[in-house]
């Protein structure tokens, strides 16, 4: 079954191409456009980060940008009702999907962030559409998604080396199973919660639920939140994402910094010049991390086939857009653009 999903996805990833709705672009070129006919506006840039991406060493370098670029960078915490951070699919609340007026008081205090002034605001949320005219410029940075699984399993269930005082707390109540422990018990359990299988042993997915949560969930922070085909994470889910993947000026690759960097300068220089002179260094990092073996990997890609895909056509994406950036002869018009004092 999983074989004939991914060759239907395949076959859908081609027709979307031949219609042009993927077609390679100049980012310079087009984010130009899209300021000069207002459909986006160049004061406001939103980072809708993914955790376990390196988006907290992002952040950092916003602040250290901000200063010497004169716009704010807003860190924004994640409201109470959002449930991403914890694993559930940003597209919805854990108990039901978001009502309109959510979204509306969402977006209303991030273009009140903007208001006579240049900002990055970012938080962790799914793609949120905005009305043409009000659009803010769209950033993100996704992760290997095998990698970026495990360091989000890790991080919840062991904590991280800023905040270990609360591993012995998490522990307590989820327990210290091994993710090859979690993912035995989820293809040996064949019910949800705590019940019995069919083989008489007792099941207590709760108890994993901070891995399972995270199968294929970030391909959902490109898919809009608030709409029907993202209610779930499917092959629907997948094709939405792709689709709104090249509705971002700019998304990074935490395996390809360098190259990352470099789009981020040749698209947004108003916001990212300097970027690449910047140290790396990760803000937060897993107190523990362990080896897996071949078949735990085979069986993560396979659970996590719709985030690979989507994790493979970003980094085709990257190389396309970074080539076509780097080229493009409409850069010293877009900065003027968006930064008078260069024109």
């Avoid at 769209?138 to 095998?146: A, L, M, Q, T």
């Avoid at 099941?203 to 391909?219: A, E, H, P, V, W």
């Avoid at 073996?293 to 970074?322: C, G, I, P, T, W």
Wanted: glycine share 4%.
């Amino acid at each position: 079954m999983r074989w004939l999903t991914c060759t239907l996805l395949v076959n859908t990833l081609i027709l979307i191409t031949k219609t042009g709705a993927i077609a390679q672009i100049d980012p310079v070129h087009r984010l130009l456009t899209s300021i000069s006919i207002g459909t986006r506006r160049p004061d406001l840039v939103l980072y809708t980060r993914v955790p376990k991406t390196g988006s907290s060493s992002f952040q950092r370098h916003l602040d250290a940008l901000a200063s010497k670029l004169n716009y704010t960078a807003f860190h924004f915490s994640t409201p109470p009702w959002i449930y991403c951070s914890s694993g559930f699919t940003p597209c919805r609340r854990k108990d039901r999907p978001f009502l309109p007026y959510e979204l509306d008081r969402h977006r209303k205090r991030i273009l009140a962030m903007a208001n006579g002034t240049h900002a990055v605001v970012d938080f962790h949320f799914a793609y949120l559409r905005f009305v043409a005219n009000t659009a803010p410029i769209h950033i993100n940075i996704v992760r290997e998604p095998i990698s970026r699984l495990i360091s989000h399993y890790n991080y919840m269930r062991f904590g991280s080396e800023r905040k270990s005082e609360n591993r012995r707390d998490y522990i307590r109540e989820y327990g210290a199973l091994s993710i090859q422990e979690c993912i035995d018990l989820y293809f040996t359990c064949q019910c949800v919660g705590d019940c019995r299988s069919e083989q008489s042993s007792t099941c207590t997915q709760g108890r994993c639920l901070d891995l399972y949560s995270g199968f294929n969930s970030q391909m959902m922070y490109f898919c809009p939140v608030g709409t029907a085909v993202c209610a779930d994470k499917n092959a629907s889910a997948l094709v939405e994402a792709l689709r709104m993947l090249h509705e971002y000026e700019a998304v990074g690759i935490t395996e390809s910094p360098q190259e990352s960097m470099r789009l981020f300068e040749a698209v947004l220089p108003r916001y990212f010049k300097g970027l690449s002179e910047l140290e790396q260094k990760h803000v937060r990092q897993s107190s523990t991390k362990a080896e897996l073996s071949k078949q735990l990997l085979d069986q993560l890609m396979d659970l996590n086939s719709l985030d690979v895909q989507f994790y493979e056509h970003a980094v085709k994406l990257l190389s396309e857009r970074l080539q076509a950036a780097e080229a493009s002869p409409w850069r010293q018009q877009l900065q003027g653009l968006m930064n008078p004092q260069y024109r």
